[in-house]
Each structure stands twice: as C-alpha cells, then as structure tokens.
C-alpha cells in the first residue's frame, strides 16, 4: 500500500523561513518525480515546483521561484520542500505529490492530473 505523508506545516512569520518533509512508502521512490502543490481557501490548486528521480533537476513556478528550493533524499524517501522569505500569500495547504513519468513534459508539472499519488495536506499560515 502506498502512502505519501507531508510533515513540516505551521504558522510562521512573514520573512521567515519553514521546512516541509513528503515521505513516501510502498514504492519504489526513486522512481518518481516530486511535485509540491498549494492550495488556498476559493482558490484552485497550484503547482509550484518538482523535481526529477535522482534529484538533478528542478522547475519552479513564478510564485515562488527564489524563494522555495526542492530536495530529496532517495535514501530516506523523503523530500523537502524549503520555504524562504515567505509571504502572507504562501498560506495554503501544501501538498506533495508523485508521478511516475517516461517522459518529462515541464508544461505538465503543474497539472494535478499527471501525478500518481497524492498526500492529505500540510497547513502553512503566515502571519503578517
């Protein structure tokens, strides 16, 4: 059975700095791309970056390009998702997500559709 659980979510200032964790299990976790999705209350959900097997390479969205850097570590079938200078419009639930890909399409990264497994969400609140 897999599960894909997120850690790391809670309120932090604006300008500060926050830690997200995606830790996978039942799979074979190098054989999936990472993305990270957002998604705030009325809003639609937002893909906002990912990363590819072995770590490589990374996309950003415009949103948060600069400011948030993706990780993994194949080893421990985690990956992080570290959040800079954040902003009052970082608050949503954050949620991690695995594809397994042939190919890389980077148009397709942000379309929650093309992802295989999904976790329940880690909460971030910045407060102003």
């Known amino acids: 059975q897999v599960q894909v659980v997120e850690s790391g979510g809670g309120t932090v200032q604006a300008g500060g700095s926050l830690r997200l964790s995606c830790t996978a299990s039942g799979l074979r976790f190098d054989d999936y791309y990472v993305g990270w999705f957002r998604q705030a209350p009325g809003k639609e959900r937002e893909g906002i970056c990912v990363i590819t097997y072995g770590g490589l390479a990374t996309f950003y969205a415009d949103s948060v390009d600069g400011r948030f850097t993706v990780s993994r570590d194949n080893a421990k079938n985690t990956a992080f998702l570290l959040m800079h200078t954040v902003k009052y419009e970082d608050s949503a639930t954050y949620y991690c997500?695995?594809?397994?890909?042939?190919?890389?399409?980077?148009?397709?990264?942000?379309?929650?559709?093309?992802?295989?497994?999904w976790g329940q969400g880690t909460l971030v609140a910045v407060a102003a």
């Open positions: 997500a695995l594809a397994h890909w042939e190919k890389f399409n980077s148009a397709e990264y942000t379309v929650p559709d093309k992802y295989n497994y």
